[in-house]
DNA sequence: TAGTTTTTCTGAACACTGTTCATAAATTTG
DNA sequence: CAAATTTATGAACAGTGTTCAGAAAAACTA
């Protein structure tokens, strides 16, 4: 049962948004009433957790298929592409992997502040940040990426990648008419890898 | 009175987040009723669009206040600074200029589907826009940036840093425990500005 | 000043939200 | 079959943004 709630709302996030699904309209279309609901997830933030998290579980299937890539460079490059076109097939699950409060509630709730959560407590999202992060390490390891901290290149790449989806998500993007916009993210996606590679000339 | 209004609902937003501050309790705070707020805002949009404004131009101050630099890197290092720094200042305002759809929604409601508005409808964003923009066009001419459009390597840039600056307001970094994050920020900051820099030697 | 028009404001009412809880139905157990 | 336990209900609550007939205040006119 928890798993069909579950199911249904992901499906009505998805069509909808999720500000615009209600409680009510869940419940609805799982023909039963919202009390219901409240014996399977304690209230709406947990719902939202729990998609999150299944979110992050796509995520880190399609980007664990790219760690298998033996070349550092692309891998890296496959693995950013991986990551911007999940966010263009499920924008609203993006939004809440890394936008919204409402997930992050959760953790707080049961694990005090969260900046005294460690990554131990929000392992989906962990996962994926992995491939990343042993992905960045294999590349400086092979000497193709500049060396310098792990965490600030990993932190970097990420960031850079996330910014320009978030921009684009968050329709903050009017500054760039005139622009193929997914193609802008690829490109400047490519430009900004290929900018931590060792010169050797 | 709009302007009253919109002094009170600035400070309310700023101290317990826009998300929770009603419409009702701006008007109970300036004594006067929900209907009146309706004589100045047309809804709550608006005035979280005239808010998102007033952000903006207070971004654009501390921008165009570096726009004298003369060195070229120290200049657009400055800027990511003061962006970050807004963020850290006005997490709230933030959020609405960057993250949130409210203020778009008014956007989208004066001048149709907002792929279609182009940036002369969004004064106030493009202005701290355009500082960096005029910033990167200027590190290009003098050879200290690489050649390559500007349009990408601006994009990337301002993505870099409102990617980490995201992260960090969304609460997104238990990945990196037992960093100080605000100092991180900086580091991979100075990091990313620099690999723009064209190699000579 | 008195009367009329115009502007400003009110607060009850509406439709919605997430959430709670006594009650009822269904199921499992003895 | 009866008792105990699990599962489900839907009315009720306090909250949200928004609307609108009517009241108060201000401005203008005679």
Redesign the pocket.
Known sequence: ?RERILDVAMKMFSEFGFE??????I?KEL??????????F????ELLFAVHDEGFKLLHERMQARMGIKDPMLRIKEMARAYIQFAWDYPEYYDLMFNKQAPMNVLEERHGPLDEVDETKWTSAMSSFGCLYESVRYAIEKGVFIKDEIEKITFSLWSSVHGMVSLCLCKRMMMFPNHNIEELVLKSTDLVTDLFKVKKD
């Open positions: 049962m615009k699904t209600s409680w009510r309209a419940a023909d039963c009433s919202p009390g219901t609901l409240y014996l399977y304690e209230n709406k933030d």
